[in-house]
């Protein structure tokens, strides 16, 4: 699914999957669009602007319903998933966004989630389980300096299966370390519970307390692990 953004109607799926991204609290709750500012003319002039830090209210562009993505990248695998994902996005980061933990994405109020950090460092969760506990573990672009008032195109792939496994982070087409800096791997993993999945905010039971600060462009999920190859050619596309 690859997610672009207008002046008025839905977000729409320009992956042909039809799953357009809607404005569920009306136009008064959705962010701006800007004309002017875009990754490239070749990619998209345009963009969604978050107001992450100021007064409005903005609830992101719900993309749909938990049980829809458990089933495309979750662990409903009877539906068909594959437990495999890849995210996509341009972004261009002004502040820290809501609470200092603005969303560039969220599935399922931090089943997973993708932010940046007070160090403009890169974070992903994903929930797992072990035993009879469910917590988040997270990792970081540790040492990483994405920067603020510029366009910087980020990809994370993650395959659920391996319950050892890390992420692999990508900064403009370029593969770049991902350190876990919280929680512990294995077990199993969690999949997409509750709560609608949400670009540039967090549901959470309504509150929306996560805002992005800055514009999103250009968003887009897979149900598999894109190659090294993949991500630079979606970088340079």
């Known amino acids: 699914n690859i997610f672009t953004t207008a002046v008025s109607g839905n977000a729409l799926d320009s992956s042909g999957n039809s799953r357009d991204g809607t404005f569920p609290h009306g136009d008064g709750a959705r962010p701006t669009f800007s004309s002017t ?3 490239s003319d070749f990619i998209q002039t345009g963009s969604a602007n978050f107001d992450g830090g100021g007064s409005s209210v903005d609830t992101g562009i719900d993309i749909g319903t938990a049980a829809t993505w458990d089933a495309i990248i979750g662990n409903d695998t009877v539906n068909g998933s594959t437990e495999k994902f890849t995210i996509a996005a341009w972004i261009y980061k002004v502040g820290d966004g809501e609470n200092n933990f603005g969303r560039i994405i969220d599935f399922g109020s931090s089943d997973i989630g993708l932010y ?3 160090l403009d460092e890169i974070r992903l969760i994903v929930k797992r389980t072990i035993g009879a506990t469910t917590a988040e573990v997270q990792w970081s672009s540790t040492g990483t300096d994405i920067g603020l008032n510029k366009w910087v195109h980020l990809a994370i792939s993650y395959d659920a299966t391996d319950a050892d496994a890390d992420p692999q982070f990508y900064i403009n087409g ?10 512990t791997k294995g077990g199993t993993y969690y999949g997409i519970v509750s ?7 967090r549901s959470n039971s309504g509150a929306f307390d996560r805002t992005w600060d800055g514009n999103l462009a250009d968003v887009a999920i897979w149900n598999t692990v894109l190659t090294d190859e993949d991500v630079a050619a979606v970088y340079n596309a």
């Open 37 to 39: 500012l875009g990754p």
């Open 195 to 201: 709560q609608d999945c949400i670009i540039g905010n």
């Open 174 to 183: 370029s593969p770049t370390a991902a350190t876990l800096t919280a929680g």
């Open 116 to 118: 940046t950090n007070l």
